[in-house]
T-cell receptor, first 112, second 115 residues
Framework: QKEVEQDPGPLSVPEGAIVSLNCTYSNSAFQYFMWYRQYSRKGPELLMYTYSSGNKEDGRFTAQVDKSSKYISLFIRDSQPSDSATYLCAPSNSGGYQKVTFGTGTKLQVIP | EADIYQTPRYLVIGTGKKITLECSQTMGHDKMYWYQQDPGMELHLIHYSYGVNSTEKGDLSSESTVSRIRTEHFPLTLESARPSHTSQYLC??????????????FGSGTRLTVV
């Protein structure tokens, strides 16, 4: 069983829609939860991160973590064509050697 | 604009050839990483370095080797390329002790095809 499971999509939505991207994980040692965005033919870039359970908002993006159910979500409000990319969840443990485990990514297309 | 540079962007090479994928960063980051990414698959860590003269193998078994003689430079070498090495190779770096707060800065990758 993979430590991180992510629906690969592709997910196609109209411009202005609310998008929900999700991951589940199995490793209880994960404490930090990052989301990366990867445009075609580019490397991933850090979008936002959260620590432990709870919500974090940054503009149109909200990251949510429920550690009790080991469920990670990223919500995008008022989605734009420029949001079209692959989104990777990336939880990490804490401690001296911080290991990041990447999900397979969900490909999102926002149609104008 | 990315401050981490990978060359070449695309490489098609014959089996048995020796190749070096270049990675340089101008941010003064101590920690650097090489990841392998295949379509529909998660990123796999193949090598990392926490500073000059420090290199470690990652989680994914790899026949490649790396060196870190200068802070800004972290090349990856395949002594004898095989078709199974066909993949995208991503170089990354990070500052500080908290990879979650600063995140990785990734290069744009090298797409390697071994024929």
């Amino acid at each position: 069983q993979k430590e991180v499971e992510q629906d690969p999509g592709p997910l196609s939505v109209p411009e202005g829609a609310i998008v929900s991207l999700n991951c589940t994980y199995s490793n209880s040692a994960f404490q930090y939860f990052m989301w990366y965005r990867q445009y075609s033919r580019k490397g991933p870039e850090l979008l936002m991160y959260t620590y432990s359970s709870g919500n974090k908002e940054d503009g149109r993006f909200t990251a949510q973590v429920d550690k009790s159910s080991k469920y990670i979500s990223l919500f995008i409000r008022d989605s734009q064509p420029s949001d079209s990319a692959t989104y990777l969840c990336a939880p990490s443990n804490s401690g001296g050697y911080q290991k990041v485990t990447f999900g397979t990514g969900t490909k999102l297309q926002v149609i104008p | 604009e990315a401050d981490i540079y990978q060359t070449p962007r695309y490489l098609v090479i014959g089996t048995g050839k020796k190749i070096t994928l270049e990675c340089s960063q101008t941010m003064g980051h101590d920690k650097m990483y090489w990841y392998q990414q295949d379509p529909g698959m998660e990123l796999h860590l193949i090598h990392y370095s926490y500073g000059v003269n420090s290199t470690e193998k990652g989680d994914l078994s790899s026949e490649s080797t790396v060196s870190r003689i200068r802070t800004e430079h972290f090349p990856l070498t395949l002594e004898s390329a095989r078709p199974s090495h066909t993949s995208q190779y991503l170089c990354a770096s990070t500052k500080g002790d908290s990879i979650y707060s600063y995140g990785y800065t990734f290069g744009s990758g090298t797409r390697l095809t071994v024929v």
